[in-house]
């Protein structure tokens, strides 16, 4: 194939980013024997072309640890499947250029939008930023309500948690194809808002803060409840959501934008 | 006399199952030629179900709803209203209209689904795009690469009287494309294919032509064509 075995890879298994070097260009003929090949390497310094790929991330718990709510079968199709293969679909495109390289997962899903003039890369590159942050927004016993200040600042903005709760279900529901709901807080109004999304696009794309997503693509719920959205949509905010998970996202998102800051009008 | 006019309101509708009683339009859901197991093995007797009395049914429910909110809006003149309804008619009245056309595009086997197009239809795709395999190669091509909720389609465009593949979002229906006459479409609509084909969109393009209806096609051709 043209990868040397010997490739040693300088990066953790866990990040994300992993940088390999394609050797093939140095080895006359791939008959050379493993060791030879290694020898090869250890003394070549400069590689011909470097290749960037993206690895995928896991959900974090198992694939069937939100049952009943979401089956391991769909885990098994959603993230194995359609989360897999938009990244591999991402590193294939990838491979014909460097012009994109060396950016983090949310770079690279606003380099690619380039301001809604998307290049091909942009419906991978962003549903898979997309998926990773849908699983991490769920958690098996998930559920309930947010405390502290999370749960304040819902209610300051929504009025009380059922108002944003009945917001949210009411975003999906009224959704029109595929696409997503978004807990988002606004970078520059400083308060959270209920917001839907169509097919890949995500809040990222102007500039807010995501805390909460749900996938309403119908590969999300068809296999466990079929045309019934409403169901999926209830048990996603009685059963899955990760409230810690937001309150998480909450805390990153006040070092950017100040939520103490009074209002004042401008005279 | 009250019967007479009932009957005749009946005839109305173009075949979407249109009604219309006290000047308020109602539209039901229209029967399918055949038994829902029919299409198997290339379309599941399930997913013909669901897709059938749950989805058909649940755009024309809510499109009989944008409808009759509609009217309200517009006997009061309330513009932002009438505006504010065009999505849902264009995604609930879309859908009705695609499925209806849906459901006439596909014949079980022994009723001559599959069967390759003769007649004028057969030697214009022969024409325009070289052979049938050429034209379904690139309508498979087409399907498989929208993003998201859409539509592939096979039309004739009216003025040009030539035929044209064509993809459209959600359930847009062909004519918001021009002024094109849908022959065959195939949804790409999740729901159409995921019990079965789970996310291999290419498996069940490739096998929804074991079913293909080239009779209805051709005789909406032939009618835009003569």
């Known amino acids: 194939m043209g990868w040397s075995a010997s490739c040693i890879n300088p990066f953790p298994a866990s990040s994300h980013l992993l940088v390999a070097i394609n050797m093939s260009k140095h080895l006359k003929s791939s008959q050379i024997p493993l060791r030879k090949q290694k020898r090869a390497w250890l003394g070549n310094e400069k590689a011909r072309c470097v290749l960037a790929y993206y690895g995928l991330q896991k959900p974090p718990y198992e694939l069937d640890a939100l049952e009943p709510y979401m089956s391991r079968k769909t885990l098994e199709m959603h993230w194995g499947k359609h989360h897999r293969g938009y990244l591999e679909g991402l590193n294939k495109q990838l491979a014909k250029s460097d012009v994109l390289y060396g950016y983090t997962m949310e770079e690279l899903v606003k380099v690619t939008y380039n301001s809604g003039n998307p290049f091909p890369e942009f419906n991978n590159a962003a549903q898979v930023w997309n998926h990773d942050f849908f699983w991490e927004s769920m958690q098996p016993g998930g559920g309930n309500e947010p405390i502290l200040g999370l749960l304040q600042q819902i209610e300051m903005d929504f009025g009380s948690f059922t108002n944003f709760k009945e917001k949210f279900i009411e975003a999906a529901l009224s959704l029109l194809g595929s696409g997503w709901v978004w807990l988002v807080l606004k970078r520059n109004e400083k308060r959270l808002e209920v917001v839907k999304t169509s097919n890949a696009i995500s809040p990222l794309l102007w500039d807010d803060i995501p805390i909460i997503s749900l996938d309403m693509w119908e590969h999300a719920y068809y296999l466990d409840y079929k045309n019934e959205k409403g169901k999926y949509v209830d048990v996603f905010m009685n059963h899955l959501v990760s409230w810690n998970m937001a309150m998480l996202r909450m805390a990153r998102a006040q070092s950017f934008v100040n939520l103490a800051e009074p209002k004042i009008p401008v005279a | ?226």
């Open chain 2, 1 to 226: 006399m009250a019967l007479r006019t009932l009957a005749t309101r009946r005839r109305l509708g173009l075949g979407l199952g249109f009604q219309s009683i006290r000047g308020l339009q109602t539209f039901s859901l229209p029967d399918l030629p055949y038994d829902y197991g029919a299409l198997e093995p290339a379309i599941s007797g399930e997913i013909m179900q669901l897709h059938h009395q749950k989805h058909h049914q649940t755009y024309i429910t809510n499109y009989n709803k944008a409808l009759e909110q509609l009217d309200a809006a517009m006997a009061k003149g309330d513009a932002p209203t009438v505006v504010k309804l065009q999505s849902a008619i264009k995604f609930n009245g879309g859908g009705h209209v695609n499925h209806s056309i849906f459901w006439k595009n596909l014949a079980p086997v022994r009723e001559g689904g599959g069967e390759p197009p003769k007649g004028s239809l057969g030697s214009t795709i022969d024409t325009n795009f070289g052979s049938l395999e050429a034209l379904i190669q690139k309508m498979n091509a087409e399907g498989a690469a929208v993003q998201g909720s859409g539509w592939v389609w096979l039309g004739v465009d009216k003025e040009l009287k030539k035929l044209v593949i064509e993809t459209t979002a959600n359930q847009d229906p062909l004519v918001t494309k021009g002024s094109l006459v849908p022959l065959l479409g195939i949804d790409v609509w999740e729901h159409a294919y995921y019990l079965q084909y789970k996310n291999v969109r290419p498996d069940y393009l490739k096998n929804i032509w074991k079913v293909m209806n080239w009779k209805y096609a051709s005789e909406v051709y032939e009618k835009e064509c003569p």
